[in-house]
């Protein structure tokens, strides 16, 4: 099972490259909503099949209809209501956006080697959750659409959920209040999006968000 | 020894000679081109012994103590060698100068050469030093050869100031190092390695600083491209080819007399080594301007042999005599390697620059028809310095290769980021030679110069072919070099020559059969073509021009355009400015530490002392108070720090 | 031994033109047409080989030496892949890098003929194909270096062949797995195919590798097109390599496996050709950039088993 668990946690981190080197937005979108369902799938990858609970199901049900179903469903729903089908533009170039994100994973590879979590998990877990989270953190930096930045923070989430998944034994609900944290958040931002689009069509350029300032 | 400074003697009285017979330039060239010779064969005589395994030379004058062992016979045979065929070059190009001073450039020239066998010799700081200031100050001479061009002014002026900062950095590392009462010797100095505080942290990094600066590691490089283009091209050729491995010495000089570098200082040196590589070969890609261009490739091959010295010192670093042994090998043979094509290829372009007399790429164009023996010199050149087989670039970027993937486990392991680095240059490099070859030698001419170029006489076509005999060689019979090479790199890692593993010596023979059997391909191929060809109905025609019947020079490809995707993908690291008009185009590659960094600060601080320019005004009895002044300073501190035992009066 | 390897390499000269068919085949397949027969190339070999040629008076000997080299060169290179899964003709260590250095050979020299015929249109191909391969060559030794760091050893023979090391499918199952996926898109740049480079293409603005070779006709290009196909053969066999090698054959089981493998992946070639576009030129880059991204992945997976 193990196997299967580095596989999927592998196409976590591949889902993320394709969201730094693609020009489009709507793949950004599909890229977030495999690696929401990929998420899913990894509390079953992680258990043999005899010892899955209606907890573990219920987390992959759950996560897998949160982050692959809904909020993609809600951001292309974005998109169409606003008519933004263009490009990503991004502030910083497609192949450094991918060259930085390989840099981001070879240095949380080597970081993960060395973090003290207790209890026995692939050293990939860790990798992937802290590639994950500075991913993101790149997406949310580099890329001007408020759009964009909305799945520059699912996937910062997603590394956050792949960290909570090292402690599902020991705090439960960790991952299911991580979960709905989505939820809320994902609607909040929705709400800022949409509410921002309804004011001005012309723009959701996130560097206009500058102007809100006192 | 005997030999080797015999040899020195001929070529300083090269030098004299030259002087003397001023008013007979036929004799003056046919003398200096013997007693030149002479000289670098019989200095040469002892490092090949050295080389070969008879124990190291020594002679002692004082503190002016000389050696030759396996590490310096090998700088030696970098100096000799190329520095040999750069002399002969000159000697026959400075036979067609009529108004400049013909005599005292060939004096500098022999006396550049004994400064560099001194440099590589020395055994004492007092002999290093000196001798290593008279070559940089020399090299200026030779560089601002043509001075009568602003641009040639300039870069010698830029030369002369960083070539004295890394002099300074060089004095103060050798002051740190001997401490206040140790001895200057480069015995001393080793049998002091282990008391340096903090791992010798001081004196590495002063070492980077110094011999950096002469060596052109990224961003100490800003001064070599308009220096050795501006010079010239046989003082180029020895500038890129020889004087900058000079630099190389003193690293590899330092590692060997601390034995043991830091992990630390390790990965520095390999940091550099791929960012001077890639932003070397890029930056060489962006030039319009020949000789600029392959200065800039200077500055790849430097971090392509930083790569090795790296991973060497890592290797020694990490306790993997393999890693070691093969880092230092391929460091040194890459340094004899590209002493060998880059000189080749600043001797090509001077040829070219002498037909056409432009260095303008886009002003070239179909010389391979008016000058095929440069050419050929010049392709062979090129694809050696890519690292292409069956030629000598090949061998040593293999034995690099072997060092950066050798690292048994634990975070030596890593140095495999060398490997992507190296790929990644010996990528661009190719399509940056594809470039000059294409753009300089292949199709039409694309000015009226280039219509006028004609071939080299053979006095230039005959130093470049010994240096294409020597790239041909190499890589054809790696044996010749990789041997010798591992002996070196063993040496300065201190461990047995098996260390590097029967692995290297055995995949010499099918190297070389690889190599060998390539060649004879190439050509029975080519001929069986050629027969065919004969038995087929042969039509010659225009270049088809896609349907357009009137094709003309200017709209072939040109440098620019033939860069430019490349140089899109790395965006602003490529310093292209562009400036765009509906008619016309024009390009320019800014050098982005000089234009970008140290001439700004250097405004900036000659604006900060023109404040000062008040309390100079030529009233003498003012300068007369402001001795006063100091006097009674120095007296107070005298007073107050005596007062506390700090200063003894 | 040796005679496998021997046996593999005649193979691979000799069935290298059917892979362009096979993924011509199968793209013409997937898009409701009948389509050449595959062996099409072989035909067209013959034909040219026969023909005349028109040069350019323009060009010089290295126009007419860049065919010759376009053969060459892959042949030697052909001999350092062990096709048995055991030993290659020649082997030795660091022989790798041998293999990228002699394929860069050949395409110097063709970007040098390409520049020869002092053609605008031909410059551009040169440009494009040089620009384009020096992006891929990071991403071929990065998939080197995995190889080099799972099995421990040093020679395309020992990474392929013998007893193929410590990395075997199971523990670096995942690594293994990018390296195929990224040999797999040097291949797609390598041998000029769909989305780097459109071999159907009619616009010489377009082309990358076509235009390139513009001016060569006859035998010359028909050397070239033979070439190619050897090319895309090396590079097929590439990641086939890296998975069959694995799978514990050997001898006359392994070299069966290993060419059928490269024809299946001629096939894939062929499905990617008749589901995507081409990318636009300006996009190509990155592309090429996930190639060594993938590398470089399983680069770090290795390391961190």
């Not at chain 1, 889902?15 to 693609?22: A, D, M, P, R, V």
Request: positive net charge; hydrophobic residues 60%; charged residues 10%.
């Amino acid at each position: 099972m193990a196997h299967l668990a580095d596989l999927l946690l592998l196409l976590v981190l591949l889902s993320g490259f394709l969201i730094l080197g693609t020009t489009r937005l709507t793949t950004c979108i599909r890229g977030v909503a495999v690696q929401g369902g990929l998420l899913g799938l990894l509390p079953l990858a992680l258990q043999p099949v005899p010892q899955w609970t209606a907890h573990t199901l219920g987390l992959a049900a759950g996560t897998i209809l949160v982050k692959a179903i809904a909020l993609p469903w809600f951001l292309t729903w974005a998109i169409r209501e606003a008519a933004v089908r263009r490009e990503v533009e991004p502030r910083v170039g497609y192949i450094a956006s991918m060259a930085l994100g390989i840099v981001a994973v070879a240095v949380a590879s080597a970081v993960a080697t060395r973090l003290p979590v207790p209890g026995e998990h692939p050293i990939l877990l860790l990798a992937t959750s802290l590639s994950c989270v500075i991913m993101g953190l790149l997406v949310l930096a580099t890329r001007a659409k408020a759009l964009i930045q909305v799945v520059g923070y699912l996937m910062l989430e997603n590394g956050i959920y792949v960290f909570g998944l090292t402690s599902v034994d020991r705090v439960p609900f960790l991952v299911e209040i991580g979960v709905l944290l989505d939820i809320f958040v994902g609607v909040f931002i929705m709400g800022i999006v949409v509410f921002h689009i309804n004011r001005e069509f012309d723009s959701l350029d996130s560097a206009r968000l500058t102007e809100l300032k006192d | 020894m005997t030999l080797f400074f015999l040899g020195l003697a001929a070529i300083l009285a090269a030098g004299v000679s030259a002087a003397v017979l001023q008013r007979r330039p036929v004799v003056a060239g046919r003398a200096f081109a013997l007693l030149v010779s002479a000289g670098c064969v019989l200095a040469a005589v002892p490092a090949v012994q050295v080389l070969a395994g008879a124990g190291p030379l020594r002679a002692r004058f004082g503190p002016w103590d000389f050696g030759i062992d396996l590490l310096s016979a090998a700088f030696l045979l970098v100096v000799l060698g190329p520095g040999l065929a750069s002399a002969w070059y000159g000697n026959r190009a400075l036979g067609d100068e009529r108004d400049r001073p013909v005599g005292a450039a060939r004096t500098l020239f022999a006396l550049e050469l004994a400064a560099l066998a001194l440099v590589v010799t020395a055994r004492g700081v007092v002999p290093f030093l000196v001798a290593w200031e008279v070559m940089a100050v020399l090299a200026y001479f030779l560089v601002i050869f043509e001075h009568e061009r602003a641009e040639v002014r300039r870069a010698g002026l830029v030369y002369l100031v960083a070539t004295h900062a890394g002099t300074l950095a060089l004095i103060a590392l050798f002051a740190f190092w001997a401490g206040p009462s140790g001895g200057l010797g480069f015995d001393a100095l080793a049998a002091r390695a282990a008391a340096l505080p903090a791992g010798g942290a001081l004196v590495l990094w002063l070492a980077l600083l110094g011999f950096g600066l002469k060596a052109g590691i990224v961003p100490l490089h800003f001064w070599l491209p308009d220096a050795h283009a501006s010079a010239p091209s046989h003082v180029s050729a020895l500038m890129s080819g020889v004087v900058i491995k000079m630099g190389i010495y003193g690293l590899f000089r330092v590692v060997s007399l601390l034995a043991t570098p830091p992990a630390w200082w390790g990965w520095l040196v390999l940091a550099l080594g791929i960012v001077s590589g890639v932003l070397g070969v890029l930056w060489a890609l962006a030039q319009h301007d020949l000789k600029r261009l392959l200065a800039y490739h200077s500055v790849e091959n430097i971090g392509i042999i930083l790569l090795g010295l790296g991973a060497g010192a890592l290797g020694i670093s990490y306790g993997i005599p393999l890693v070691a042994t093969l880092g230092f090998a391929g460091a040194i043979l890459h340094t004899l390697n590209h002493a060998l094509f880059k000189s080749l290829l600043f001797l090509g372009a001077g040829a070219t620059v002498h037909a056409t007399g432009t260095r303008a790429l886009d002003r070239l164009g179909g010389l391979a028809r008016r000058m095929p023996l440069t050419w050929v010199a010049f392709l062979v050149g090129s694809a050696a310095i890519v690292g292409l087989p069956p030629l000598n670039g090949f061998v040593s970027e293999w034995l690099v290769y072997q060092a950066l993937l050798g690292g048994g486990t634990g975070p030596i392991r890593l140095t495999l980021i060398g490997v992507a680095g190296l790929a990644l240059i010996g990528g661009l490099a190719l399509a940056c030679f594809a470039k000059v070859c294409g753009i300089v030698f292949l199709g039409s001419p694309r000015s009226a110069d280039a219509e006028h170029g004609h071939e080299a006489p053979r006095g230039l076509l005959g130093p470049m072919f010994g240096l294409v005999a020597g790239c041909v060689l190499i890589g054809l019979v790696p044996t010749l070099a990789v041997r010798p090479a591992l002996a070196v790199g063993a040496a300065v890692a201190q461990v047995p020559v098996t260390a590097a593993g029967a692995g290297v010596i055995a995949a010499l023979t099918p190297i070389a059969l690889v190599s060998i059997g390539l060649l004879a391909l190439l050509w029975t191929g080519s001929v069986a073509m050629a027969a065919v060809r004969r038995r087929r109905p042969i039509t010659e025609a225009e270049t088809w021009g896609c349907g357009y019947a009137l094709p003309n020079a200017r709209m072939q490809y040109t440098a620019s355009s033939f860069a430019a995707p490349l140089l899109a993908t790395y965006g602003p690291l490529a310093g292209v400015h562009e400036k765009r008009s509906p008619d016309s185009y024009h390009s320019h590659a800014h050098e982005l530490v000089l234009e970008g960094v140290i001439l700004p600060a250097w405004e900036a601080v000659r604006g900060a002392l023109w404040r000062l320019r008040p309390i100079q005004h030529g009233r003498l009895w003012v300068y007369l108070l402001y001795i006063i002044a100091v006097l009674l300073l120095l007296l107070l501190y005298i007073g107050v720090a005596g007062g506390t035992g700090g200063v003894a009066p | 031994m040796t005679g496998w390897a021997l046996a593999g390499l005649g193979a691979m000269l000799a069935l290298a033109p059917l892979l362009p068919g096979v993924a011509a085949k199968t793209k013409a397949l997937l898009t409701g047409r009948r389509g050449a027969p595959v062996w099409q190339l072989y035909r067209d070999l013959l034909r040219l080989w026969r023909k005349g040629a028109v040069y350019s008076t323009r060009t010089t000997w290295m126009f007419r030496l860049a065919p010759v080299a376009g053969v060459v060169t892959p042949l030697f290179a052909t001999m350092l892949l062990p096709l048995d899964c055991r030993a290659a003709v020649v082997r030795f260590a660091g022989d790798f890098v041998a293999f990228a250095a002699l394929l860069a050979l050949g395409r110097f020299l063709l970007v040098l003929a390409a520049l020869d015929t002092g053609s605008s249109f031909e410059g551009m191909g040169a440009s494009r194909d040089a620009a384009f391969a020096s992006l891929v060559e990071p991403a071929l030794f990065l998939g080197f270096v995995v190889l080099a760091l799972g099995t421990g050893q040093r020679s395309l023979s020992a990474m392929l062949g013998g007893d193929a090391g410590t990395l075997s499918w199971g523990a670096g199952a995942p690594s293994l797995a990018m390296v195929a996926v990224s040999l797999f898109f040097v291949l797609l740049a390598e041998s000029s195919r769909v989305p780097v480079d459109d071999p159907a293409t009619h616009l010489e603005l377009t082309m990358i590798h076509e235009v390139a070779v513009l001016d060569h006709s006859g035998p010359d290009l028909a050397l070239l097109l033979y070439g190619g196909a050897l090319r895309m053969g090396l590079f097929a066999a590439l990641p086939v390599g890296v998975l069959v090698s694995r799978a514990g054959l050997a001898g006359p089981l392994a070299l069966g496996a290993l060419l059928a493998g490269t024809v299946v992946v001629a096939a894939v070639v062929g499905v990617l050709e008749s589901s995507m576009a081409r990318l636009r030129l300006s996009r190509v880059p990155q592309f090429l950039v996930a190639a060594s991204v993938l590398a470089s992945l399983g680069v770090i997976l290795q390391l961190l088993t």
